[in-house]
């Protein structure tokens, strides 16, 4: 069940329009949301500062305000360029599970948010997160509160969520891996979506088959670096994409990736 939670609005001059740049971070994940009514949602920071030269291209230079932060996971290639964010924009809100993870670029950002006194809330069951009319973020993992709890796959405990405008909705996944996606087949959640942020930057542990009969994307993001190490994207979970003909994006072909939505359609921006 999806539960309500305090809505937040920004009045704006708006286009109407949904925009969602997957960033070009390298190997990693960052995501700049654009509300139709204004606010800049930023999800993850990628691996290191290159999300500052990312967000300066796609936010007018005296807009520097990040209406919410949502760290999925605390891996590094998530978290490292969030530190910088928090140094360099006025960040209003942030949402994160609590769990348990001992590297110094999470101590340092957690150090970051005290230090600044921003409002941190601690994501412990599925709610719902109205933006404006016709859009909102459901959260629908976890089922249960991390908080103070050690993983022992970080990627399992990813924020995943939905963002919703209007009839066209995309699927943001984390790094959440195949165990993730079976509790959420068994869960009955609706998980159809017009995007998929693929899971783990394409790696075969996650993206199932049975997954994808549900999802059915019509896009499918992959956020990734180019040349990486661990060999994402897999092969295997390029052609299964294939097979069920989602149209393909990867940040390491395409560089920053713009979907717009108009409520209706959604519609790939090119360079």
């Not at 291209?57 to 996971?73: F, G, R, S, V």
């Not at 605390?74 to 769990?99: F, R």
Request: some cysteine.
């Amino acid at each position: 069940m999806l539960v309500a939670v305090p809505a937040f609005y920004l009045i704006s001059d708006s286009d109407k329009e949904l925009k969602v740049n997957f960033l070009d971070v390298g190997q990693g994940d960052s995501i700049l949301i654009k509300a139709p009514t204004g606010q800049n949602i930023l999800v993850d920071g990628g691996p290191d500062d290159t999300v500052l030269k990312r967000l300066g291209k796609e936010m007018p230079l005296w807009d520097k305000k990040i209406d919410l932060m949502i760290l999925t996971h605390p891996h590094a290639d998530h978290i490292t360029g969030l530190i910088d964010v928090i140094k360099n924009y006025q960040v209003e809100k942030i949402l994160y599970t609590g769990a348990l993870h001992t590297t110094p670029n999470y101590i340092e950002w957690l150090k970051l948010i005290k230090e600044k006194k921003i409002p941190l809330t601690i994501i412990d069951r599925p709610q719902t997160i109205k933006l404006g009319e016709n859009c909102e973020i459901q959260i629908i993992y976890p089922f249960k509160s991390l908080a103070g709890q050690s993983v022992a796959n970080l990627n399992n405990s990813s924020i995943v969520f939905k963002l919703i405008y209007g009839q066209t909705t995309f699927l943001f996944m984390g790094d959440a891996e195949k165990e993730v996606e079976e509790e959420l087949l068994a869960s009955g959640v609706p998980l159809g979506a017009d995007v998929l942020k693929v899971g783990h930057h394409g790696s075969s542990d996650a993206t199932s088959e049975e997954f994808l009969k549900i999802v059915s994307p019509r896009f499918a993001v992959i956020e990734v670096g180019r040349g990486n190490d661990f060999g994402h994207p897999s092969g295997r979970v390029i052609k299964r994409l294939e097979r069920f003909g989602a149209k393909i994006l990867r940040t390491d072909l395409e560089g920053t990736i713009r979907l717009l939505s108009d409520g209706e359609n959604i519609k790939f921006q090119g360079i």
